[in-house]
């Protein structure tokens, strides 16, 4: 029952934020109160629980399970599940969130009270995709996270949103439907009769292997859409250029990586034959991504598109575990998928702040705002090593682990993905002297030493900068928690020539080397 | 033992670093002050502490390990936040103590009335606590993460003065070309991991030899250690960071040179030495590589304008010299030298500073002259670092070195031996005459420009300890029986299982002499050229042929002109051409299909109903005769 709390509550504060419609200041207090009750509840849970697994289920490590009958006829049911990834990955949304809704404190919203409503939907949609392990309930919170986008993008936006909302909007539909037919497909050709996930674990075995393939094709197309992986990329872009200024659409919506998990908690160990054979495209997708990725953050001129390419970036290194497919990457994804969004998190309100101060977001006609901004400075250049994957921030733990576990398969790749350490020294703190180092552009009397970081403002950075430290220094505090799950997961995920085999020795596995 | 001090040494600078950024500007410049140099010279005492606890031991050689915690323990890839003292981590950080404290007293009076006052110590202690984690770090991630902190201290401080883009850009020049070394090192250590399944460097170091590290695995991990290694000390070809990175203050280019980056290369390979000797063609291109950058330092630094740079090249020179004593395994020599040089070299950096200070910030060795009588202190500073710099006979420890190093080069054997020692007396002679001539050229002369008075104590405090220790520091490593202990090298080669072949003292032999008479011949040299006969100096750079090996040596051999057009413009041109995201026009394209598609049917929905009359009869036809001939 608690899951469904976990659901409902933000959209419960969407609801009280479109019953205060008529007082901005009661809707954006009504979304801040139910995103920090959503926090406070996901961190109870994630410290009574533990992390032993208690559901005796396939395909995670489960701590709870709660299923309600929803459409019996075709085997539809509302089904909720958590395990420690899923936890991790709600926490982060609550966190985020949070985050997101401050981020937008003072901005004076036109029409508050839909704006939060959106927002927090958004959200409370967001958190029953990580948690839905039904796979129509799961199709249902996906476009349920859609929908908002495009409002929020198209209504609050920059002068281009309701273009850049219908990109969106349409990328994202078809990311859906993929998935969607992806998932009626596996149930009718399986046989399974049934959507949910712990039923559907291992039927694509039994299919044969192009239908598998093709299965298998429609959920990637799904989530490499929403991760987004290279080639279907520019609508993020897009969707982070023309987001509203504020910056709370860009974390709420943008952020958090639902494709990640999905590729993660889905993709592999529903197909997991399919997508070993598929491994090697995917290797090339993932390593294309890191280094495009970097090369395009290093020629953007917009600070926020420069952001959305870092992520394309990182989420490279995600790709990269999940056709790796081993624990040491899958954790170090874990890791990643964190630390990316709480560093772009980070830099989108980072880049908010300063177009808010100087009304630029243009990095050719910013510089040197260091000398009357410093705590901005100081904690973007905080950001900007998290960027770059410098140790003791959490995204050098990622991505160190998904070398590691890349190198016990591929020299090659891991070289190649070690490129994007190079290129991250080339573009990170190319953004940081172009907006706060150099000579100052913006006049002083435009932006004063009065203009850095308010306390809310400092709170935000800091927290964020805070937990990528702490993660970076000690990691087990997450990895403890998924451990168990990503251990369950790669189980289900194994290809069946190597699942009968006895887990062999981590240590000298040279046979796996091609 | 316990050491209970260890973890104090890194952990005061760091706590400095956290108290001055966490205080910001609510902490008062004394508070600064005290905090920044009393972290480090705490951190000095632990260190001292602790090598009165270590010489305690019975088995000084296996070394001490103090558990923290476990950072990162996935799937056998555990790596703990763990500290490791043993005879080369000892010496190391009571080096890079020593001499960063003396350079961050030095500090307080250089960067006194800087608006970045508070910034500046911040990032000087974090500099000094990243160092000092990366030669006690017990296993090799915990090296890596001090080794990238080095890299991005070095980042921050050469681009200190952040409002001009110049410093910045050097700054962030350093930062790419060490960090290419850095991911190449990061390669080499997942790769020991992948063949050795450990993270920790002494099981490493052991399994090393083993049968899993058939193949070519191990020398390739070798190699990119290598380059990381080169990255950091600035070996060719990743040499060019180095001398860009005087933008920053005097103080940090000590820091970087003497205790801190540049010595972060030559602990490793020290470290990993057993890898190295398992493979011996990367061992010799060790030396091939420190030999090469070690003539390219010193032909740069001899006609470099800027007194900054000659001391930059000279560091690249002498990390060549540490480089080859590495490759020939003397790698105690190595340490050796590493001490001297440090000393030595930061005391002519703050030397230098205190004439930029007296100057206003002048650099260019030409506008300076005659500050011998003005400016005693520096003066004699920069003497006594020259001397030990070009290894002059007896009292300096630079002289003690640089024989070891030359020694063991011939005792390697071989034709290889003996070029590497010819190779070290070019040097010799070349280092004698950079040196000399900055020194002659600064301080003896026609005075140029009139200095003002530099005043406070803590600069010359620290110019005067430091003097003295370069002198006193000889007394580490003197010929066996001359003292009562043992010296450094014997000292830190226990390290190795297989003892480094150190070189044999050939008293008094011909080649024992031979460095000496090349630092005299040298000096000699550099006083002709630059004080008796300065125009036959002017004569040779304006020559036809030395015009243009004077501009080729100037520029550091034309490396940036080719790295610039072989890596950068390709790059940067790169970016230009795919900043239009061409990707996006296949859904641009889609979207303008779908646009004609639908101009097209619109065009069909004209409300006429002729139009729709004559299309349904044509479409009735075209059916029927489809139908008519698929059934005939």
């Known amino acids: 029952m608690v899951l469904t709390w976990l659901i409902a509550i933000p959209m419960l504060g969407a609801l009280a934020a479109l019953a205060l419609r008529h007082n901005g200041r009661g809707a954006r207090a009504a979304a801040l109160g139910a995103m920090v009750a959503e926090l406070v509840l996901a961190s109870w849970l994630w410290w009574s629980w533990g992390n032993a697994a208690i559901v005796p289920l396939p395909g995670g490590a489960w701590l709870e399970v ?58 409370g949609a967001a958190v029953g995709i990580f948690l839905a392990m039904d796979l129509l309930l799961l199709y249902v919170f996906w476009e349920m996270m859609i929908i908002p986008l495009y409002f929020l993008i198209a209504l609050w936006g920059g002068s281009g949103g309701p273009a850049a909302a219908t990109k969106t909007f349409i990328f994202t539909q078809v990311s859906g439907l993929f998935m969607l037919v992806s998932s009626i497909g596996l149930v009718i050709w399986s046989g399974a009769g049934s959507f949910d996930y712990f039923s559907l674990i291992g039927v694509s075995a039994q299919l044969p292997s192009h239908i598998a393939l093709w299965l298998m094709l429609g959920f990637l197309a799904a989530m490499a859409i929403k991760l987004p992986v290279v080639g279907v990329h520019t609508w993020l872009v897009d969707a982070h250029q023309q987001a509203p200024i504020n910056g709370a659409v860009d974390l709420s919506g943008l952020v958090i990586k639902v494709g990640a998990y999905g590729l993660i908690r889905f993709l592999v160990p529903l197909f997991p034959d399919a997508a070993a054979d598929f491994a090697t495209v995917g290797r090339v997708l993932a390593v294309a991504g890191i280094l495009y990725g970097g090369v395009m953050a290093f020629a953007q001129s917009d600070l926020k598109r420069l952001a959305a390419y870092i992520t394309i970036s990182h989420m490279g290194f995600v790709l990269l575990a999940v056709f790796v497919w081993n624990e040491l990457a899958l954790q170090g994804a874990v890791v990643l998928i964190i630390s990316s969004a709480l560093g772009a998190a980070g830099l989108f309100v980072m880049a908010g702040i300063v177009h808010a101060r100087t009304g630029r977001r243009d990095l050719a006609n910013l510089g040197g705002l260091w000398r009357t901004m410093p705590r901005l400075g100081g904690l973007s250049m905080a950001l900007a090593m998290a960027a770059m994957g410098l140790p003791m921030l959490a995204s050098f733990v990622g991505e160190i682990l998904v070398l590691a576990g890349t190198l016990k398969v591929s020299v090659t790749f891991t070289a190649l993905a070690a490129g994007g350490f190079v290129i991250s020294v080339i573009y990170a703190p190319w953004l940081i002297q172009k907006v706060f180092q150099g000579k100052p552009t913006v006049d002083e009397d435009v932006v004063t030493g009065a203009d850095d970081l308010s306390r809310r403002e400092l709170a935000m950075l800091a927290a964020a900068v805070a937990v990528l430290v702490w993660l970076g220094v000690y990691p087990h505090s997450v990895l403890d928690t998924s451990a168990p799950a990503v251990r369950a997961i790669q189980q289900a995920g194994q290809p069946t020539h190597l699942k009968n085999a006895p887990p062999g020795p981590v240590r000298f596995n040279l046979e796996e080397r091609p | 033992m316990r050491m209970s001090l260890l973890w104090l040494i890194v952990a005061l600078p760091l706590a400095a670093f956290l108290a001055i950024v966490l205080g910001g500007r609510a902490l008062p410049r004394a508070a600064v002050s005290a905090i920044g140099t009393a972290a480090t010279g705490g951190a000095a005492i632990a260190a001292a502490f602790t090598a009165y606890e270590f010489s305690q031991l019975v088995q000084p050689a296996e070394g001490i390990t103090q558990q923290l915690w476990t950072w990162i323990d996935v799937a056998g890839f555990t790596a703990q936040v763990a500290l490791y003292l043993d005879p080369l981590s000892l010496v190391m950080v009571l080096a890079v103590t020593v001499v960063s404290f003396l350079i961050l007293l030095y500090s307080t009076r250089f960067m006194a009335g800087d608006e970045g006052y508070g910034r500046f110590f911040a990032y000087m202690n974090l500099f000094v606590a990243m160092m000092l984690l990366l030669v006690l770090a017990d296993n090799l991630l915990l090296l890596y993460l001090a080794w990238e902190g080095v890299g991005l201290c070095s980042y921050l401080l050469i681009s200190f003065w952040q409002h001009q883009a110049a410093n910045v850009k050097a700054g962030r020049k350093a930062f790419l070309v060490t960090r290419i070394g850095d991911t190449a090192l990061a390669v080499g250590i997942l790769l020991l991991f992948t063949h050795l399944g450990t993270l920790n460097i002494r099981e490493a170091l052991d399994l090393a030899g083993g049968a899993a590290f058939a193949g070519s695995a191990l020398p390739a991990a070798a190699l990119l250690i290598l380059a990381g290694a080169a990255g950091k000390s600035a070996q060719l070809p990743l040499s060019i960071w180095l001398p860009d990175a005087m933008a920053g203050p005097t103080p940090v280019s000590a820091l970087i040179h003497a205790a801190t980056m540049a010595a972060a290369g030559v602990y490793l390979i020290a470290r990993m030495l057993p890898i190295f000797q398992l493979a011996p063609v990367v061992m010799a291109l060790v030396a091939v590589v420190g030999a090469a950058t070690m003539l390219y330092g010193a032909f740069s630094a001899m006609v470099q304008r800027d007194l900054k740079r000659v001391l930059a090249y000279s560091t690249i020179s002498q990390l060549g010299y540490m480089f080859i004593a590495l490759g020939v395994g003397a790698a105690g020599a190595a340490i050796f030298h590493f001490i001297a040089h440090a000393l030595s070299k930061s005391l002519l950096f703050l030397a230098a500073g205190a004439v930029a ?9 030409f506008k300076m002259g005659g500050l011998r009588r003005a400016m005693p202190l520096a003066f004699w500073s920069f003497l006594i670092g020259a001397a030990s710099l070009s290894a002059l006979p007896l009292l300096t420890s630079g002289f003690f070195s640089k024989e070891l190093i030359l020694l063991g080069a011939l005792s390697s054997g071989g034709p290889g031996g003996v070029a590497l020692y010819a190779a070290g007396l070019i040097g010799s002679i070349l280092t004698a005459v950079y040196i000399f001539r900055a020194l002659f050229i600064v301080f003896m002369g026609r005075r140029k420009q009139e200095p003002e008075p530099v005043r406070g104590a803590a600069l010359a405090l620290a110019l005067a300890v430091l003097a003295v220790l370069v002198v006193a520091a000889s007394v580490i490593q003197l010929p066996p029986g001359w003292l009562p202990w043992p010296g450094v090298v014997e000292f830190v080669s226990q390290v190795y299982r297989a003892p480094a072949e150190g070189a044999e003292h050939q008293a008094l032999s011909v080649a024992a002499v031979l460095p000496s008479v090349a630092a005299i011949l040298g000096l000699a040299a550099a006083y002709v050229l630059f004080v008796r006969k300065p125009l036959l100096a002017f004569g040779l750079a304006a020559s036809p042929w030395g015009g243009p090996v004077r501009r080729f040596w100037l520029s550091g051999w034309q490396l940036d002109a080719l790295y610039d057009r072989l890596f950068v413009q390709p790059f940067v041109a790169a970016a230009r051409a795919v900043r239009r995201e061409w990707i996006d026009v296949l859904y641009t394209g889609i979207a303008a299909v779908a646009k004609l598609l639908h101009r097209i049917l619109s065009v069909s929905q004209s409300g006429r109903l002729r139009w729709y009359w004559a299309g349904f009869v044509i479409g009735t036809i075209v059916l029927l005769a489809i139908v008519v001939m698929t059934w005939s």
């Open chain 1, 66 to 123: 709660f299923q309600h009958s929803w459409i019996p006829m075709i085997g539809a049911s509302f089904l909720l599940a958590v395990d420690g990834l899923s936890l991790l990955m709600v926490l982060l949304t609550a966190l985020i969130g949070a985050m997101s809704v401050l981020s937008a404190w003072r901005a004076r919203v036109r029409r508050a009270g839909v704006f939060y409503f959106l927002l927090l939907w958004m959200l």
């Open chain 2, 357 to 365: 200070l007296a100057l206003h910030h002048q650099t260019d060795i």
